[in-house]
């Protein structure tokens, strides 16, 4: 039914899984009921994207004996033990035993606390993504890290739980708020950065269409970020070694997003700022050449997004936050740096005063 | 530096670990730092067990950079997600990041909430268990299932989540509460209905032995325990099929402990009433032969256990809460009966008549 759909494979033996891209794939009920065996099905969603897009999903699985609809208020702030006990209250309430499947319909905060969930539940059960962000569809759906956020620390608590399958139906992007557009374009930029350099020259070319939700640019930037992607997860599921690559700008972002309170920042800004810092880092140490840093600037102004980090942070306050960043090993940082666009490297030698100095000149333009 | 020592290896491919069973384990340093590498420790135990044997933990994994105690409150009534989020709360502030070791000191909830804890905290972290009780040393301490409770039902929230080690010091049996040996003694009893018959044959011989505390029965029954288990565990480690037997009087013994509340009833004498009742069906059923029921009942009474469920149940509050239990596959209850002494079956065709049946007649000699 599908106007056009490609399928991609995360490769990770007996957990392996398909991600369907294309559009209207939301109306296809074949695939949907492919990967929800038994009678019983739990939609977990939240208030923003449910009166959307709920119906479309239950109209996809058809008539089941046990279905539930989990609707969680919408932010960031949510993304708590505590919103993850009323979403098993409301499960055990209804009965599900474990042949049910978890369906996160919605953003990358439905995703990671569904996927929890459901790898919690009676000590887990099936699990499909159906992620409504650009944000969700490009990074957090794919690779199966799941998790809530604990006040001293974003996605403290979780675990490695892949789904069955992601489908990422692209017309849902069409009613994302343009910030939250923007936010995605973040992670997407990264995957740029990190191993593909064709495709971020495409990126620094084709940025308008991207913008203007030109339906063909939206496709192939998701599945060139999910390809990236799948590729790094595939060689390390559990983030050994190289995944961590998936993490530059994250660092200095979760500190961002730590001390702003979640749900003030978005994730892909804080994302943004962070790849700055590590771009500006990377070039301090005369790996990257300094154009590339003000490149990297302008294209992600292009997309909407900020570059610098908040003012009212100090050095003090990242070191700090950094600190309790779960890349730190026994008490060394290891941060994420760039050997070159398109090339990605992970150093645990950067001194607090390097630090100091890039976020001191940093915070002054802010 | 221990009198005797024998260790036992649960076979899970790269996910294998030892167990090891002796005498003053405790006070054998080179064990338990052998399994604790990095410098972060978090022991979690209880207000009764940690007066008696924190002390001689800490000494035994010697100055480490970062130690965190987390004494709960003691009793099945905080195996809950409100105390794991406890748990969280002191571990994040005392900075630990993931190269951290949980150890966990006590019963089978210390054991549970803390592997749970373990699994969950920044996505995975490394375990140990040092089970203090017999239940925990015969059965929680090995397999790899963790879970807390909800209030609708027992270890509803959990993970499949493998220590890298278990160390039973026998010792700590010398200073448990009679009542929580025999509880243990339940589970002990168990392995030899579902898979020993000469263990079960011995049992009956030496039962006043085990309850005299003398060493080397104590040895040897949670020897013979922990071998029964770990074989059933290497082949199923998840619960696909074979390792169901474990669960013989569970699903009953879980009915009571729901409906009593959680702490009132033991999970051992929960699961003595659950052993008679499976058995008896069986012998309704013409597999087993009565007096095997009567026998049953005989040593589970010498052992200081219960052996007929609480009065105030009925058997319509068993057939809610059994329905509600994870071994019901898509509305179909599985129940493990017996073929015999030393095998168990799972079947799934006990009809509502028939439970109702045999559990007034259960109920009227309560």
Request: proline letters at 4%; hydrophobic letters at 45%; charged letters at 20%.
């Amino acid at each position: 039914m599908s106007v056009l759909m490609h399928t991609l494979h995360v490769e990770l033996g007996e957990r392996s899984y398909p991600v369907y891209i294309g559009r209207d794939l939301l109306a296809d009920s074949q695939l949907l009921a492919s990967h929800v065996s038994g009678s019983q099905v739990v939609i977990v969603s939240n208030e923003t994207v449910a009166p959307l897009y709920m119906d479309r999903v239950k109209a996809a699985l058809g008539p089941r004996k046990r279905l539930t609809e989990v609707v969680l208020p919408d932010g960031e702030q949510y993304k708590t033990l505590a919103t993850l006990s009323d979403i098993f209250d409301q499960v055990m309430a209804a009965g599900h035993n474990r042949t049910t499947t978890f369906v996160a319909l919605g953003g990358g905060v439905v995703g990671d606390i569904t996927g929890f969930a459901a790898a919690c539940y009676q000590r887990g059960v099936n699990f499909v993504q159906i992620p409504t962000t650009l944000l969700a569809q490009v990074d957090s759906s794919v690779g199966g890290k799941t998790a809530v956020n604990h006040p001293l620390g974003k996605n403290m608590i979780g675990a490695f739980y892949q789904p069955a399958a992601v489908l990422i139906d692209t017309n849902t992007l069409q009613t994302l708020p343009p910030r939250e557009l923007a936010a995605g374009l973040a992670e997407v930029i990264k995957y740029g950065l990190i191993s593909d350099e064709p495709f971020y020259r495409w990126l620094q070319l084709d940025m308008p269409k991207l913008l203007a939700r030109e339906e063909a640019a939206l496709a192939e930037a998701i599945e060139r970020s999910c390809s990236n992607k799948a590729q790094v997860v595939s060689a390390d599921e559990r983030e050994g070694g190289i995944r961590a690559i998936l993490n530059l700008g994250h660092t200095f972002g979760h500190a961002i997003e730590t001390a702003q309170g979640y749900g003030q920042w978005l994730h892909g800004e804080a994302v943004a700022v962070g790849m700055v810092l590590a771009l500006e880092l990377s070039a301090r140490r005369g790996v990257v050449a300094r154009d590339e840093v003000e490149s990297l600037r302008a294209l992600l102004r292009a997309a909407g997004l900020p570059v610098e980090p908040p003012a009212d942070m100090t050095p003090a306050v990242f070191l700090e936050l950094m600190g309790r960043d779960k890349k730190v090993v026994d008490g060394t940082l290891r941060l994420v740096l760039l050997e070159g666009v398109g090339s990605a490297c992970i150093v645990d030698d950067v001194a607090d005063e390097e630090l100091i100095s890039l976020l001191e000149s940093h915070l002054s333009r802010a």
